[in-house]
C-alpha cells in the first residue's frame, strides 16, 4: 500500500517564497506527481518527477528524494491566484501505469 | 483542444436510488479513469479503463462500476445510495505512454460531478 503525507494548511505571504513537503512510503515507485486545485475546480498538473533533484517550471519548482521517500514544492513570488489546493501524487505498481495514489492536499491562502 | 467533459456536473439523489456519471476523454485520449474526492478521504481511485476494458481497480463495493465505449467516452454508475457516496466524482483522461515512460502518464481531470444524496 501507500502512505502519503503533506501538511493540511499553509498560509504565506504575497510576493514570497513558500514550500509545500510530501513524505511518501511506496513499493515499487513510478513517479510523483504535484496538481493544483482551486476550489471548486478540477486539479491540474504542475509537475513530474521521478528521478532525484530539482525541476523548475517559471516560479513553480519541484524536488524529489526517493531515498528519503521526500518532495517538496517550491512557489516562489506568490500571487494570489495562488491560493488554492496542493496535491501530492504517487504511482506505483500497486496503482498500475495511470492511477495515482493523492495525499489528502495542502490548502495554500496567500495574504496580501 | 476540447478538455474532459463531465456530465451531470450537479446532481441530487435519494438514499438507495442508482446514478450514472459520463465522462468524456480528451480526443486522442484513450485511457479513462475515475476518482472519488470527498474533504475527509481525498482523492481517492476509483478504477480505469482502456480500450473498453477495466485495467485496474481502487477499494470501492461492487456498487460503484464503470464502461467504456468504443469512442473511449465511459460512463460510472453507482447503485443503491448511501449516504457517505455524496462527493464529487472525478474523470480523468491519459495518453497511454509505454514501457519506460509509462510512469509519466499525465491524467488531465474534468471538472467533476458533484453528487448529493439525501
Known amino acids: 500500500g501507500q502512505n502519503i503525507d503533506q501538511p493540511t494548511e499553509m498560509t504565506a505571504t504575497e510576493g514570497a517564497i513558500v514550500q509545500i513537503n510530501c513524505t511518501y512510503q511506496?513499493?515499487?515507485?513510478?513517479?510523483l506527481f504535484w496538481y493544483q486545485q482551486h476550489a471548486g475546480e478540477a486539479p491540474t498538473f504542475l509537475s513530474y518527477n521521478v528521478l532525484d533533484g530539482l525541476e523548475e517550471k517559471g516560479r513553480f519548482s519541484s524536488f524529489l528524494s526517493r531515498s528519503k521517500g521526500y518532495s517538496y514544492l517550491l512557489l516562489k513570488e506568490l500571487q494570489m491566484k495562488d491560493s488554492a489546493s496542493y496535491l501530492c501524487a504517487v504511482r506505483d505498481q500497486d496503482t498500475g501505469r495511470r492511477a495515482l495514489t493523492f495525499g489528502s492536499g495542502t490548502r495554500l491562502q496567500v495574504q496580501p | 483542444k476540447a478538455g474532459v467533459t463531465q456530465t451531470p456536473r450537479y446532481l441530487i439523489k435519494t438514499r438507495g436510488q442508482q446514478v450514472t456519471l459520463s465522462c468524456s476523454p480528451i480526443s486522442g485520449h484513450r485511457s479513462v479513469s475515475w476518482y472519488q474526492q470527498t474533504p475527509g478521504q481525498g482523492l481517492q481511485f476509483l478504477f480505469e479503463y482502456f480500450s473498453e476494458t477495466q485495467r485496474n481497480k481502487g477499494n470501492f463495493p461492487g456498487r460503484f462500476s464503470g464502461r467504456q465505449f468504443s469512442n473511449s467516452r465511459s460512463e460510472m454508475n453507482v447503485s443503491t445510495l448511501e449516504l457517505g457516496d455524496s462527493a464529487l466524482y472525478l474523470c480523468?483522461?491519459?495518453?497511454?505512454?509505454?514501457?519506460?515512460?509509462?510512469?509519466?502518464?499525465?491524467?488531465?481531470f474534468g471538472a467533476g460531478s458533484r453528487l448529493t444524496v439525501l
Open positions: 480523468a483522461s491519459s495518453l497511454r505512454l509505454a514501457g519506460a515512460l509509462s510512469g509519466a502518464n499525465v491524467l488531465t
Open positions: 511506496t513499493s515499487g515507485f513510478n513517479g
